[in-house]
């Protein structure tokens, strides 16, 4: 039965807990937390208990066979074959966190099944066999479920056991059709306890079964989760899951990474944390970022040698001509009259993401070289070392956490020449100009897109907030669901089989 471990794989997808803090030690790298509180724990588990239901029936139980003496009759054979439970009614469920595990418990539930009957008996009076069948329906009431599940990591992976599982019937009743059924009911009524026995032992299968099923599903959860062609999320799970009585965290690592070029993590002796609070008790999850998870994206396209580009078009296209140059750099123009002219951007070093209560910052280092267009190609003829000093801001788009970036300041210097000494003053203005109308743009197009939230496909971030608080970024929220065709939670454990672990 798929559902009650997708809760648990759902929680893997979702996040935090309430005002209170919630801190782990990490005994491993990891930069991304993810808490799941009890309002979000109850929304999955009134989903989840549908998709249980739907899993479970239509139930065959095996048939039941009794034989007895029955005064005046003789012998009497009773058999009830093609028991099925084909109706499942939860009256309440709930869900519990605590040391021992995560219990899960349905009560007041009802379950009806259909089967059918068949009575045989002779008598020592005349050596005849009277035989009769029929159709009965069952209703079994008061059914309570209950499991409790234990979760803790395995190489980087969740693991799912089960402590405890069992199912118990208060109540049945049996009603015949077909037949001289009137005559036989109160016969059939013994087979009450029979059948309470067979729907306990079979519940209680299935859900074992079902587990097992969970389990290897668990198992095999992606460490690599794709962000592009190039570059994957590191989806490995550090540290056992921490469970409080209303709450459940994990951590993973949470750094991207280049599939061609990995690269030795720059964040090996920084200090993981695990530190997720919301200010608003009433948020369903909450995902915690460090700067380290930015930082790696940026690390990781700079080595894939994504951060360089020709600038060939800008507002005032004169400037990409020397003779927009002829008084700011005149050695340019006499050397090279009325060529045209590329600017090659490219960034000499990863940008340095910084995050506090009240700024995201980034410091980006990067090289402007001048090139001259000639009819024997392209003329480097000086580079010109750019700091510059930003700020940026996020929102929530969707799933995805996006954002964009102004320019706060600038340095520059000459880094090296062909043409002479440059006057760095006149080109100022000039540069400040291509990085406010071409390079921002250009950077902003990218981080609107934002990168994606760690939220299960069919699951909709809503009533998002964003928080900035010691070195990372939270995003507290609820989640709607949706389902679709190919966005279910069937859909999903179906798909994780297409994934490998990262080798």
């Known amino acids: ?49 549908t998709e249980a239901v739907s899993s479970i029936i239509p139930l065959q139980i095996p048939q039941i066979k009794k034989s007895m003496r029955v005064p005046f009759l003789g012998s009497v054979y009773m058999v009830v074959s093609n028991i099925t439970i084909y109706g499942i009614d939860v009256g309440s469920s709930y869900i519990k966190l605590g040391d021992d595990g995560i219990a899960i418990i349905a009560s007041e539930t009802t379950c009806n099944l259909s089967m059918n009957w068949y009575y045989s008996y002779s008598t020592w009076v005349a050596p005849v066999e009277v035989s009769d069948e029929g159709s009965a329906s069952v209703k079994v009431e008061g059914v309570e479920v209950g499991l409790t599940l234990g979760l803790e990591i395995q190489e980087g992976t969740l693991k799912l056991f089960l402590k405890d599982c069992g199912c118990h019937v208060k109540e049945i009743s049996i009603k015949l059709d077909g037949g001289a059924s009137w005559f036989y009911q109160g016969m059939i009524n013994a087979f009450e306890e029979q059948i309470g026995s067979a729907v306990e032992n079979s519940i209680t ?52 990474t280049a599939r061609r070029k990995p690269s030795v993590s720059e964040y090996q002796n920084k200090d993981s944390k695990a530190l997720v609070a919301c200010s608003d008790p009433s948020k369903m999850l909450g995902i915690a970022l460090d700067e380290a998870v930015f930082n790696s994206v940026a ?37 090279y009259p009325n060529h045209d002219m590329n600017l090659n951007i490219s960034l000499s070093s990863p940008p340095v ?41 996020v929102k929530l788009s969707g799933n995805n956490l996006a954002g964009s ?20 003053y006149l080109i100022q203005p000039v540069v400040w100009t291509v990085i406010q109308t071409v390079f921002v743009p250009y950077v902003n197009s990218h981080l609107g897109k934002g990168i994606p939230l760690p939220i299960v496909h069919g699951f909709t971030i809503q009533n998002g907030e964003l928080l900035c608080s010691g070195s990372r970024i939270m995003v507290c929220s609820d989640v ?24």
């Open 1 to 49: 039965m798929a559902p009650p471990i997708m809760l648990l794989l759902l929680l893997a997808s979702f996040l935090i807990p309430t005002q209170t803090q919630f801190q782990v030690e990490a005994k491993d790298q990891a930069f991304t937390s993810i808490v799941i509180s009890q309002k979000g724990l109850d929304f999955l588990k009134e989903l989840l208990v």
């Open 205 to 256: 299968k299935k859900l074992k079964d079902g587990i097992v099923k969970l389990d290897s599903v668990l198992q095999a959860l992606p460490k690599e989760i794709p962000l592009d062609d190039d570059t994957y999320l590191n989806a490995t799970f550090v540290n056992d899951p921490v469970l409080s009585n209303s709450s459940i965290g994990f951590e993973i690592n949470g750094l991207f």
């Open 299 to 335: 690390a990781t396209y700079f080595d894939a040698e994504f951060m360089q580009w020709i600038v060939d078009k800008i507002p005032d296209q004169s400037f990409l001509n020397t003779a927009g140059w002829r008084f700011i750099i005149p050695q340019l123009y006499k050397k």
């Open 353 to 393: 993401i910084k995050i506090s209560e009240h700024n995201i910052g980034a410091i980006i280092y990067a090289d402007l070289i001048i090139d001259v267009l000639d009819e024997n190609g392209v003329i480097p003829v000086a580079c010109i070392s750019l700091v510059i000093r930003a700020s940026s801001s």
């Open 405 to 424: 970036m102004k320019v706060d300041d600038f340095s520059m210097s000459l880094k090296w020449s062909n043409i002479g000494n440059l006057r760095m």
């Open 480 to 503: 709607t669901y949706e389902p679709s065709d190919s966005h279910n939670l069937k859909w999903f454990l179906q798909s994780l089989s297409k994934y490998t672990h990262a080798t």
